[in-house]
C-alpha cells in the first residue's frame, strides 16, 4: 500500500530540480543543493564543491561532507511523514576518498528502519563516476515538539 503525501513532501516534490535555498535548515540552504529524488524513504541531492566548503588543502571539508551527509537526511526524515520533530542522536561517518573544487557530488540518503519513536537512515556520497568519497548512518529521535506548532 502506497503511503498517503505528506505537506512536506509535497513541498520537496516541488523543489525537484531547483537549488534547495528555502529549507528549513539555513545551514543546508548554505549548501545550495539541487534537488534530484524524493519520497517517502528515499532522496538524492547533487552539490558542488566550492572554495569555501574545503580544508586547507583544497579538499572537501570533512565537516562539510558530514553536514551534507546528516542534512540530506534530515531532509529525508522530514518528509517521512512523522507528526512530530525528529531530531539526530548520532552520526557516523567514514571518509573514503577526497573530493576537489569544482566536484560534483550526489548524496543519497534512504531510511533503513522506521519505528515509533527512532528512524535509522543510511547515506552516500559518490562523485560522478560513481567513486564513493564517504558514508554515514544515523538514528533521528522523536522529540515531543509537533512540527504543526513549528508551521510545518
Known amino acids: 500500500m502506497e503511503k498517503s503525501a505528506t505537506p512536506q513532501l509535497e513541498f520537496f516534490k516541488s523543489q525537484i530540480g531547483k537549488t534547495l535555498n528555502h529549507t528549513p535548515s539555513a545551514a543546508g ?83 533503513v528502519r522506521s519505528g515509533s519513536n527512532l528512524n535509522h537512515w543510511e547515506a552516500i556520497i559518490r562523485k560522478e563516476t560513481g567513486k564513493i568519497v564517504a558514508k554515514a548512518s544515523s538514528n533521528l529521535i522523536k522529540t515531543h515538539v509537533k512540527l504543526a506548532d513549528l508551521g510545518y
Open 29 to 111: 540552504n548554505w549548501l545550495s543543493g539541487i534537488l534530484l529524488e524524493v519520497d517517502h524513504h528515499h532522496i538524492k541531492v547533487q552539490y558542488t564543491v566550492r572554495p569555501e566548503m574545503c580544508n586547507p588543502g583544497r579538499i572537501l571539508h570533512g565537516g562539510i561532507a558530514s553536514l551534507m551527509l546528516d542534512d540530506v537526511i534530515g531532509m529525508g526524515n522530514f518528509v517521512a511523514g512523522s507528526e512530530y520533530l525528529m531530531t539526530s542522536i548520532n552520526l557516523n561517518v567514514d571518509f573514503l576518498s577526497a573530493a576537489q573544487i569544482g566536484e560534483k557530488l550526489e548524496v543519497t540518503a534512504k531510511l
